[in-house]
């Protein structure tokens, strides 16, 4: 069983001039549930190398058993640092493809060809492809084997408008989830904000924040 989880390498949050990057929790809790299930995970992003942490996942209130787990665990760093390159990954070597999400995804993986392309690939394969929080945003230009909007007609959710709204940056990332989902034909739903929710769909699995990833990861060895 070899999952491929695939995180971004975009560091700035708009013009802002603060960091963002991928967030902590979506990114630990799965990996371990992976892990623990005796999962061979390879983890891959744009540029390869050392993805950003989005510095507020790294603060005293995000922290969980998983990142807590994830900081003492060298052999994670250490993978962690090490990211192979998307343009390298082939995706005919993975059953399953997993999106951590952080503001960063919405900049980059979103528009890159490679992770595009991977997506369509493994989902027309029928392998499970799951994506938590903002991550669900790296569908918006994926397509189904008809040429549909691969989202059109699917049950899916995401960060919600009202949690962007929270954190204040509605009006910073380049585009809203659930909005992005919306125009794109997917039918779209939610739970409370900060609440557990996930919803899938075939081999379509997403989460809406991160609450939710630890249960996406386990849909995701579910449906394998």
């Known amino acids: 069983m ?3 989880m695939v995180l971004t390498s975009h560091d700035q949050l708009g013009a802002t001039g603060k960091k963002t990057g991928f967030w902590l929790e979506e990114f630990a809790a799965p990996y371990y549930v992976f892990k623990d299930s005796g999962a061979e995970i390879t983890l891959a992003s744009p540029r390869g190398g050392q993805p950003p942490l989005d510095p507020k996942s790294d603060e005293k209130d995000s922290q969980t058993a998983a990142t807590e787990r ?8 250490a993978a962690l640092a090490q990211t192979v390159k998307l343009s390298e990954i082939s995706p005919s070597d993975y059953d399953a493809l997993f999106y951590p ?3 960063g995804p919405l900049w980059d993986l979103a528009e890159d060809k ?3 392309a991977l997506i369509e690939t ?3 394969q ?3 492809v799951s994506a938590v929080c903002h991550a669900p945003g790296v569908l918006r230009h994926a397509k189904s084997p008809d040429g549909s909007p691969l989202v059109q007609g699917k049950s899916v959710t995401g960060f919600s408008n009202s949690e962007e709204s929270t954190v204040g940056l509605a009006d910073v990332v380049p585009f809203l989830v659930e909005d992005e989902l919306q125009k794109n034909g997917g039918k779209y739903s939610k739970g409370g904000d900060w609440q557990s929710y996930i919803v899938r769909d075939g081999n379509l699995i997403t989460g ?5 990833s630890e249960a996406v990861a386990r849909v ?3 449906q394998l």
């Open 70 to 77: 994830f900081k003492s665990d060298g052999e994670a760093q």
């Open 101 to 103: 999400g952080g503001h």
């Open 126 to 128: 029928g392998k499970p």
């Open 208 to 212: 809406q924040n991160p609450a939710s």
């Open 114 to 116: 490679n992770s595009i």
């Open 220 to 222: 995701v060895l579910a």
């Open 2 to 4: 070899k999952i491929l």
């Open 122 to 124: 493994m989902y027309a």
